[in-house]
């Protein structure tokens, strides 16, 4: 099983940009996604795109802020943060569905859509 490998994570004052990689090679593209973990928080979804990159699905906490791309030639995911604000720190993970596997509309923001997870990139945002 392909373990995505997440970077780009930083330390930046609030109104600052940050972009996230996470590089899954031999994975064979299905829909892929960002977490995030705040302290004393849950784990929550922030987005996902779909194989061919069509549909994008984002939690509404970020939306307009947060922008995701994809390179699938290298098995590359992005994440481009603007905007942050100290309620975006957090760990971020990586997260791959199975091979193939499409985004669940409904269902994108649970982690257990995903069978694949990096060991995650810190992000602080100081106000």
């Known amino acids: 099983r392909v373990q995505p490998v997440e970077s780009g994570g930083g330390s930046v004052q609030a109104g600052g940009s940050l972009r996230l990689s996470c590089a899954a090679s031999g994975y064979i593209v299905g829909c892929m996604g960002w977490f995030r973990q705040g302290p004393g928080k849950e784990r929550e979804g922030v987005a996902a795109?779909?194989?061919?990159?069509?549909?994008?699905y984002y939690a509404d906490s970020v939306k307009g802020r947060f922008t995701l791309s994809r390179d699938n030639s290298k098995n590359t995911l992005y994440l481009q943060m603007n905007s942050l604000k100290s309620e975006d720190t957090a760990m971020y993970y990586c997260?791959?569905?199975?091979?193939?596997?499409?985004?669940?509309?409904?269902?994108?923001?649970?982690?257990?859509?995903?069978?694949?997870w990096g060991q995650g990139t810190q992000v602080t945002v100081s106000s």
């Open positions: 795109i779909s194989i061919g990159g069509v549909f994008e």
């Open positions: 997260a791959l569905r199975a091979p193939g596997g499409a985004c669940n509309s409904s269902r994108w923001g649970r982690a257990d859509e995903y069978v694949s």
